[in-house]
């Protein structure tokens, strides 16, 4: 569903934050509460969705506040965890990272990241 090319534009299938920031978010994002689908909607909604909401806002809060930069460490990141190079690698990035599906879709292998600490 959350790469259905009707919903979330043409290039529903790269991974792209920016999409939810530019005008594409007004162009494809429509007020249905269906189609977004971790925390299901209507009379079976999430009853912790503004729990969990609320808890990564102070969580991405704390953390941007305790680090100055973020940067992805491509020398640390297990060599598992990139796509094949065979692979058709995206505009956005000079190399694409692995993803394993499960009930939930994770980096594989996880996201090897340098940050540095803030300057009170």
């Known amino acids: 569903m959350h790469r259905r090319k009707d919903l979330w534009g ?16 007004s162009e494809y ?12 909607a209507g009379p079976r909604i999430c009853l912790g969705q503004q729990f969990a909401y609320n ?3 102070f969580f991405l809060t704390r953390l941007l ?4 930069s973020f940067d992805i460490a491509w020398d640390a990141q297990p060599a ?3 796509v ?8 956005k990035s000079e ?5 394993v599906a499960g009930l939930t879709m994770a ?3 996880g996201l090897w990241m340098r940050m540095t600490e803030a300057k009170v």
């Open 10 to 25: 043409p290039d529903a299938d790269s991974f792209d934050p920016d999409r939810f920031l530019d005008s594409r978010a």
């Open 29 to 40: 994002l429509t007020p249905n509460p269906y189609i977004f689908v971790p925390f299901n």
């Open 55 to 57: 808890e990564m806002e």
């Open 65 to 68: 506040q305790s680090f100055g």
């Open 80 to 82: 598992e965890s990139t």
């Open 84 to 91: 094949p190079k065979g692979w058709i690698q995206t505009e």
């Open 95 to 99: 190399r694409n990272i692995g993803y």
């Open 107 to 109: 980096v594989k292998d």
